[in-house]
């Protein structure tokens, strides 16, 4: 049984960075693809980004192209979301989970979404 579990959110001001980690739990981490979502308040949750399971292999939302670097750690189970010049639309609860990856989307597998993480970007 996958259990993934969210960490590094803050309140950052605008152009700032922030680091989330993605904890892995469970077996065979190397088999699967991971993504980012994220939900503003009232909106649905949305994709952020994903990496294909080899590594090799990214996709992102393109209102974060270019700003956010997502990656893995093997030897830690770990998935991380590099994320720099922060906007204040980036504010929103940002979660991780196991994706599918579809003729280049990310179909996320997580059924319980824990708490996830926040992310606050002031002005």
């Known amino acids: 049984q996958v259990q993934l579990e969210e960490s590094g959110g803050g309140l950052v001001q605008a152009g700032g960075s922030l680091r989330l980690s993605c904890k892995f739990s469970?077996?065979?981490?190397?088999?699967?693809?991971f993504g980012w979502f994220r939900q503003a308040p009232g909106r649905e949750r949305e994709f952020v980004a994903a990496?294909?399971?080899?590594?090799?292999?990214?996709i992102y939302a393109d209102a974060v192209k270019s700003r956010f670097t997502i990656s893995r750690d093997g030897t830690n189970n770990m998935v991380y979301l590099q994320m720099n010049s922060l906007k204040p639309e980036d504010t929103a609860i940002y979660y991780c989970?196991?994706?599918?990856?579809?003729?280049?989307?990310?179909?996320?597998?997580?059924?319980?979404w824990g708490q996830g993480t926040q992310v606050t970007v002031s002005s």
């Open positions: 469970g077996r065979a981490f190397s088999r699967y693809s």
């Open positions: 989970s196991e994706v599918a990856l579809v003729a280049g989307t990310a179909i996320p597998s997580r059924r319980d």
């Open positions: 990496l294909h399971f080899s590594g090799a292999g990214s």
